[in-house]
């Protein structure tokens, strides 16, 4: 039973390690396709019911007013909802169906910009799977991944889910407009973030009043220009939330 079991566990790790070479192999071809077109990417990862939507459909008709070209895909497990309401603000919109699979993969990107020319690109926004655990483990590519933290969740969730963010360089909280209703402890949810990754940046948002929109939308545009392409990621430049 014992030999058995040990079988068992060292298969599944080398199926898992062979899944997540393959990735890496196409995630790096993208980063190339990417930078050849002069694309910047962001990779926005939550829970479901975080308000991720909602709030790129804001960003993306700030990102248009400000005269930023922008394209998003989607990933959802099984209906094209989300995309059918970005496309109203931004003509070049794709879902992703996942089939049941709790995230994307870098060929699922690489399938979903066939027939884009990223020539007409500046930005892409990667709206992932709602889920915080396999999202993160997945390199899409992208010059930004960016951590997405409803009030409605909990002050606790950046300690609970530590891999998503110790390494998301920007940390975006949602829905601020039901801190009161909620009872969220502001301070105590950023001093866990703090503990948990330092030197993140973190915006205060709401969709719904527009709090902290034109902000996120500014460091995303700075993702655009901030740095060359040096394998060295971007720089994030912007006050850590609005007065």
């Known amino acids: 039973m014992n030999a058995v079991a ?111 020319d ?3 690109v500046d930005l892409l926004l990667i709206e992932n799977v709602g889920n915080l655990v396999c999202p993160s483990d997945f390199d899409l590519g992208e010059d930004l991944k960016v951590a997405l933290l409803s009030v409605t969740e909990g002050e606790d969730k950046p300690l609970k889910y530590p891999h998503l963010f110790s390494t998301a360089a920007l940390i975006v909280v949602t829905k601020m407009d039901l801190v009161e209703a ?8 950023e001093e866990n973030i703090v503990a948990i990754n330092p030197g993140a940046e973190v915006i205060e948002t709401s969709a719904r009043t527009g709090i902290g929109v034109e902000r996120l939308a500014s460091v995303l545009c700075n993702a655009i220009t901030a740095k060359p392409r040096d394998g060295e990621g971007i720089t994030i430049v912007s006050g850590r939330r609005d007065s």
């Not at 909620?182 to 949810?189: K, N, R, S």
């Open 118 to 120: 990223l020539g007409d």
């Open 182 to 189: 909620c009872g969220m402890d502001i301070e105590t949810m």
């Open 6 to 116: 040990a079988s068992s566990t060292e298969t599944v790790v080398e199926l898992g390690k062979r899944v997540l070479d393959y990735n890496d192999r196409a995630a790096a071809a993208l980063r190339e396709r990417f930078s050849a077109a002069g694309v910047r990417v962001a990779n926005l990862i939550s829970s479901p019911g975080t308000g991720k939507t909602e709030l790129v459909v804001k960003v993306c008709e700030e990102l248009a007013r400000s005269g930023v070209k922008t394209a998003v895909l989607v990933g959802d497990c099984a209906t094209d909802n989300d995309a059918r309401r970005i496309a109203q603000v931004c003509s070049m919109t794709r879902q992703i169906v996942t089939e049941g699979l709790c995230h994307l993969e870098a060929s699922m990107i690489d399938d979903g910009l066939d027939g884009w």
